[in-house]
């Protein structure tokens, strides 16, 4: 999975929090290393590919 290594090397200089929303919830991912910018866009365009049309991107 496109990212997926760096991500797991990183995982700890990634702040990720989660907010519920009255129609469901928001995670976001933030953090101030530009590889694991790019390595999280990679895997979430990975994600949006692998899981069809049903997926949200953005």
């Not at 999975?1 to 990720?16: A, Y």
């Not at 530009?34 to 990975?46: C, P």
Request: zero cysteines.
């Amino acid at each position: 999975m496109p990212g997926l290594r760096d991500l797991e090397q990183g995982h700890s200089r990634i702040d990720i929090r989660y907010a519920e929303l009255p129609a469901g919830a928001r995670i976001t991912y933030s953090t101030t290393d530009a590889s694991l910018v790019e390595a999280l866009h990679a895997w979430f365009d990975a994600q949006v590919t692998d899981h069809g049309q049903h997926a949200e991107h953005g």
